[in-house]
T-cell receptor
Framework: DADVTQTPRNRITKTGKRIMLECSQTKGHDRMYWYRQDPGLGLRLIYYSFDVKDINKGEISDGYSVSRQAQAKFSLSLESAIPNQTALYFC????????????FGPGTRLLVL | KQEVTQIPAALSVPEGENLVLNCSFTDSAIYNLQWFRQDPGKGLTSLLLIQSSQREQTSGRLNASLDKSSGRSTLYIAASQPGDSATYLCAVWYSSASKIIFGSGTRLSIRP
């Protein structure tokens, strides 16, 4: 079974719609991250959370919000989706008690029409 | 500005060759550096992580080195195999700004 899971794996939505991407992990890690990947731009950090009560903006947080519902769950919301948010989204986890190696989920491919 | 650069963007070599992938960073005040591989349409798989205080890490046929003074890291792959074909990404974590920056990757193709 995958240690870091993301749902949905693929999503098509329309401009202006609100959508939520979910991430769950069974690794027992305290830190979780959301990234987006665009061709030619690499991965960029959207938000990260070092524990349940800690939420931090990353490099490109505008237009996104997050919720850390539990240590194992971290959700990313697009309040009003726009076409330039079309991208591949990844969730990742790391353990502050360890070497902080980041472990990635399989990704969610989002298309905003 | 903190930047991470990977050159070349693409590399094709015959099977069996030893090869080196490069990663350079502009700010040497790093917390750690991590190498990943990404297969097409898939997530990232962690290969090696080097802490700021370390010079290198090894795992099987892979060896990663870190030279903070010159702002460089290399990933050495010994006896390359077709299964090594993937995109290799390096990522630098800056603890002072709690920021992680990824390079754009090197797309590696190993020819049988």
């Amino acid at each position: 079974d995958a240690d870091v899971t993301q749902t949905p794996r693929n999503r098509i939505t329309k401009t202006g719609k609100r959508i939520m991407l979910e991430c769950s992990q069974t690794k027992g890690h305290d830190r979780m991250y959301w990234y987006r990947q665009d061709p030619g731009l690499g991965l960029r950090l959207i938000y990260y959370s070092f524990d349940v009560k800690d939420i931090n903006k990353g490099e490109i947080s505008d237009g996104y919000s997050v919720s850390r519902q539990a240590q194992a769950k971290f959700s990313l919301s697009l309040e009003s989706a726009i076409p330039n948010q079309t991208a591949l989204y990844f969730c990742a986890t790391s353990d502050s008690r360890g070497r902080e190696t980041q472990y990635f989920g399989p990704g969610t491919r989002l298309l905003v029409l | 500005k903190q930047e991470v650069t990977q050159i070349p963007a693409a590399l094709s070599v015959p099977e069996g060759e030893n090869l080196v992938l490069n990663c350079s960073f502009t700010d040497s005040a790093i917390y750690n550096l991590q190498w990943f591989r990404q297969d097409p349409g898939k997530g990232l798989t962690s290969l090696l992580l080097i802490q700021s205080s370390q010079r290198e890490q090894t795992s099987g046929r892979l060896n990663a080195s870190l030279d903070k003074s010159s702002g460089r890291s290399t990933l050495y792959i010994a006896a390359s195999q077709p299964g090594d074909s993937a995109t290799y990404l390096c990522a630098v974590w800056y603890s002072s700004a709690s920021k992680i920056i990824f390079g754009s990757g090197t797309r590696l193709s190993i020819r049988p």
